[in-house]
């Protein structure tokens, strides 16, 4: 914790009081009886389930929860001395910035600069200082040579970047951010984080984080809370909440507290470097012990790619997004597509599923292919499932995903899983015969805001879908689900495949895409806490 | 795929220019456009607009707008040349048609066709310069004192259709991906799902919005014009030194074009027979329009040696 930062006795930050809260006509309440208090400066991790209520208790710390959401409120909630129930949140920007999890809809000017100047403009600054407050933020994210851009030109990392710098240029002493990083590499995701800490100690903000993945941000927090069914369940420090997460939740344990569990080795650590540190203490040697990878057995190929070349124009700016790709998947495995966002694996998908045409080179998919992109409700636009999917061949493929007690179902009352499995079955229909599936099944970033209880859903669909003989491809940012449901990893970057092996391997030789558990060990092939602990007992008992 | 028509900022003098004068300088062209029939003098407005977007590096935007205003001309020309029987000059007798009686196509028609459809290019071009070179943001911001809720609701329409063309592209993606065993996604689904999408886009720009607090300063400057009945606004227009170069641009072209007029410079009539006078005036006029097409001229920055 950063002492200097938080300055203990200032008013607190963010100070709630019983805060109670049911969105209109919701059966039960999103938030009840919370009450927390954040001080100035601290960083606050806000981990839980989906739907536990972390979004709301955010949008109630900005104003949006109740004055644009509506709903009933009780309890207080104050931001920096203002009430933040009765004050808007226009009133509430000077003191507190927002970030959702979807940069798209967070930008609501054309150029980057404008975006920045906006709440700035809108609280009636003079030019010369929005000038210079836009100025000191833009180089505060590294952004100033965004700042002439137009915002549709925009990576996403880029754009989450603009959207956190235009919550921070009126200097508020909070900033809330919900999953900022979900739709981020692991590099873009990284970077932001660590920009968020060293904005948190520089400028003494105070952070409030929800996220999924822990293991991205537990070692920069300065504490804890635990939402659970929307009330707070625990409340404490990053050693304490996987302590208690080992035991109360295990759904929200680390990797690398996972890895030194199963090792039986105690505290549990926050982070790599906490890790490698306890590790170093007990004179446990890693290195010495590899795992074997086993090899691939050759089967007949799902998809054939040979000197791909894929041309995307953007604006007046033709763009190689593949560059002579060579790739073979086959029946049975299970593939995780990995690397920076825009390093081509969505093209890639779209031109084996024939959304898009190769300039150069082919790619075959010679036992059909069933694509599921970003979103899965794109692929729904009906309000009865068996609408969507009529026939014998519509109740095949709901049954091939376990659907088929829906058929009466409006696909808008299914959870977030279910729809996921009601698109897929969508895309699968009629490409099977009788209970066999086509040759390749692509999954495209389906992981974004899932916790890991349905991250676990979704590495079961994905053996299943191997087992029925399919071969199945995920293109994804998660590294520590490649591990768990992938066999082989193919990493692209720019355009062209620059590692391409079993996972164990590809996990593990590097830093960004490699898992938590790999970059604690540094051991080849040695990825999941799992695998990890296994040799650290093996280490332990062999030093002694 | 981004779009020809949107705004690129570029380092050129008509981008850096205030909004107001932007508008002043190609408004003048395209009301010139609208003011006289002289094809003479609207291939000369048709060139500086051409010219003036060439130069501010909005290239593609002129060939697209041309493109579709040549889509536009085309029936236009054809439509009057087949309703409009006036003319002497009969090129073809086409017979009785169903209710428009005899058809004879003339040149006069053709030619007056021509020039509504040479017209409809020209503001077309002129629109496509405005719309690829004028920051919106700047626009928006001019207009928010004066008409806060058209500003908001522009705002909001500016921010969504890009974010509902992009979700219709997806769509369509999604439904070509359905399985051939599902049903077929149809047009009305599609739709319907659009606009339900477009409806959550809109609230969450709207919540940002708010976070922003655009509602706070519509409150400020409600409050502000009830007090004192003056309303001081702390944030200026930023103004370019390249403004008085557009403004004046602006004001020579439509002073001239009013003088010419004045002088009968637009010396052209279609009926009964095809008429174009090229006196003085009209000569004069159209080589001001084309050298106004310079007015984006940015000179290069001279080196000094040492």
Redesign the interface.
Known sequence: MSELAIRRGAAPALAVEGLGYAYPRAPRPALADISVEIAPGEFVLLAGRSASGKSTLLKAA???VP??HGGEIEGAVTVAGLDAIES????L??VVG?V?Q?P????????VA?EIE??L???????SS?ARAVEEVALALAIPHLL???V??LSGGELQRVALA??LVTRPSLVLLDEPTSQLDPVAGDELIWLLRRLNEEWGVAVLLAEHRLERCLAAADRVIAMDAGAVAFDGSPGDFLSWSHAADPALSTPAARLFSLAGIAPLPTGVRQARQALALREIGVGATAVEAEAAAPADPVLDARGLWVEL????DPRDVLRGIDLALRRGERVALMGRNGAGKSTLL?TA???LDPVRGKVGVPGGI????Q?PS?????ERVG?????E??T??LRVVGLEHAVDADPRDLSGGERQRLALA???????DGEALPGLVALDEQTRGMDRSRKDDLVALIADLAGRGAGVVVATHDVEFAAEFAERVVLLGDGVVIADGPADEVLSGGWYFATEVARVLDLPGVVTPEQGAAVLRGADGGDG | ??S?F????RPGPLQAASPAAAVAYLGALAAVAFLYSSPLVLGAVGVAVALAGYLAGAG?AVRAATRLGLAIALPIVVVNALVVNRGETVLARLGDWPLLGQVDVTAEALADGAIFGLRAVVVMIAFAVYSACV????VL?ALRPIAGRSALTA??V??LV??AAADAA??R???????????E??RA??A??LLAGSLD?AV??????????????S??AMHSSSVGGQTR????Q?RSRHDRRFYLAGALVLCAAIAAKVLGADDFHAYPTIHLGLGPATVALSVLLVLSGFAPYRRKPRRRRV
């Open positions: 900005c104003g949006l004055h644009f808007g949140p226009g009133e920007a000077a927002y959702a979807d798209e809809t967070q930008v609501v000017s054309t150029t404008a906006l709440p403009e809108m609280r009636g600054d003079d030019p929005t002439g851009r137009t549709d030109t235009a919550a124009v953007r604006g007046d779209k599923a024939g959304l069933a694509l599921l992109t979103n794109d692929y729904l636009v009906r609408d969507e999917l009529p026939g061949a519509g095949a493929a969508i895309a699968l229909a009629g490409q099977m | 795929m981004r020809p949107a705004y690129t900022p593609s920051d919106p943001d700047r911001r705002t909001l500016s921010r890009p974010v997806r769509l993606d999604a439904a070509r991906l359905r399985g051939p065993g599902a049903a996604a149809g689904p599609l319907r799902r886009r969450d720009v709207a919540a940002t919005l708010e976070l922003r607090g655009y509602s706070l300063e409150r400020r606004r702390s944030w200026r930023r």
